[in-house]
């Protein structure tokens, strides 16, 4: 901990706080008449009372474990560190065994010693303390002993409120950003639909004396060399060679090498069917588990793959690749194949149902302008993204900055209209 402003000084938890106390054991409900708040309930940041379930045997004292107000709970187990400042709980709202209660005495503010409780000063002490075993667990007296920095109790008044108002700018900020990756997924999602219904090129056709009814309705297999999957025999190992792909190398859309954790022999990679082994401009989609993801093939490197990834060879001069890799990632295919796909544990699209995809096939010419007009389109959404991804990045630290900077005494000063104007 750094030098503290005059006046202040480095207290444990557990001087500012009652003796520590262990919660009730019990398992949960869904229905019942005394509330029962879990470590889960916590790692949302904020407790949803009305999400929190009943206990299955009640307490024969129900008093001991009953939350009040102001109370703080902090997670030993599971979720560790994460705490709870309590606020107008439900009537008989009890906590779980994995938190344990501290009451904040007469020497410290209860917002003060919540917010010390999500900077990085104590989160650098939980994980200290929480190290060296298999599951990470703190018990009362590790958090008893934590340290924090304590000023006036007019001082922590101040400060608490101040932050108050800042991470509440600073919430509203994360809120605002928080809707920007649902925004793009629906964005990208009606390009697709528009793309593949030839409502995107609807000037392009007009312009060109070219009428819908021109779009082909047809299967999937009409346009491709051949649909098969990787080999269904468990392939031999190496430790280097060929990288053998699961769709975890592949749910992102692209080939991952950087995340292929198995190799195969060059012999197995040549004795495999031509069908089977990729190409450039081939597509792969995944058809178990994770299925309906599309990407194509953009690497002349060899590899291969498990029997849970299908591989589509389309007709160059009939269907463009990035055309067909759009129609199978599009809203409506996902749906007919999420219609389709079988099983319990692991949905699965057969090779059957893959080869029988209904396909609406414009003109090649067509088909390269809407490719283009997609391609464009997703361009302006990368760079929303990655525009997206920096602003997180920047409010993420943005809110240790200021914690960091109440606990050194320093955000009750004429720096206050600083930070606020970074998050307004």
């Known amino acids: 901990m750094s030098a503290l402003p005059k006046g202040w000084k480095t207290v444990r938890l557990g001087d500012v706080t009652s003796k520590p106390q262990y919660g009730y054991t019990t398992k949960s ?49 599971g979720s560790v560190g994460f705490h709870s400042l309590i606020k107008n709980p439900p009537a008989n709202t009890v906590f779980a065994s994995y938190l344990i209660r501290f009451e904040p005495n007469g020497n410290i503010e209860p917002k003060y010693l919540s917010h010390f409780l999500n900077s990085r000063e104590y989160w650098e002490q939980i994980t200290e303390k929480a190290a ?103 392939p031999p190992k190496v430790e280097k060679g060929i990288p053998f792909l699961v769709i975890s190398n592949v749910s992102r859309g692209y080939i991952n090498f950087g995340t292929v954790s198995r190799w195969v022999p060059q012999n197995y990679y040549d004795s495999l069917k031509s069908i089977r082994k990729p190409e450039l401009g081939d597509i792969l989609y995944t058809v178990t588990g994770s299925f309906g993801i599309p990407l194509i093939v953009n690497t002349c490197d060899n590899f291969c793959f498990q029997r849970h990834i299908a591989i589509i060879k389309p007709i160059d001069k009939v269907i463009e690749p990035y055309f067909l890799k759009l129609f199978l990632e599009s809203p409506k295919i996902y749906k ?48 929303v993204e990655k525009q997206y991804q920096a602003a997180k990045a920047r409010l993420d630290k943005l ?10 005494g320093e955000l009750v000063t004429a720096d206050d209209c600083d930070i606020e104007q970074v998050v307004s």
């Open 132 to 234: 060296g075993v298999a599951v990470q667990n703190v018990n009362a007296k590790k958090l008893a002993d934590l340290t924090l920095p304590l000023a006036s109790k007019s001082q922590q008044k101040r400060i608490a409120d101040k932050l108050d108002s800042v991470l509440a700018k600073v919430d509203a900020a994360q809120a605002r950003l928080d809707k920007i990756p649902t925004l793009l997924k629906r964005f990208r999602q009606s390009v697709l639909a528009a793309a593949t219904s030839g409502e995107l090129t609807k000037e392009w056709r007009e312009e060109n004396g070219v009428a819908i009814e021109c779009w082909q309705k047809i299967e999937l297999k009409d346009v491709c060399r051949s649909i098969s999957d990787g080999d269904h025999q468990a």
């Open 399 to 408: 809110t240790q900055s200021i914690l960091a900077k109440a606990f050194r």
């Open 29 to 77: 409900s869904a229905v019942g008449n005394v509330r029962y708040l879990r470590t889960t309930d916590l790692t949302s940041g904020k407790v949803n009372w009305e999400s929190v379930p009943y206990c299955v045997e009640n307490p024969v004292i129900i008093s001991k474990y009953q939350l009040k107000n102001n109370d703080i709970v902090i997670s030993r187990a």
């Open 336 to 383: 007919h194949a999420s219609k389709i796909a079988t099983g319990t544990a692991q949905k699965t699209v057969s090779l059957t149902n893959l080869r029988k995809f209904p396909i609406t096939l414009p003109s090649k010419e067509e088909q390269v302008e809407i490719s283009n007009k997609v391609i464009e389109l997703f361009e302006h959404a990368n760079t």
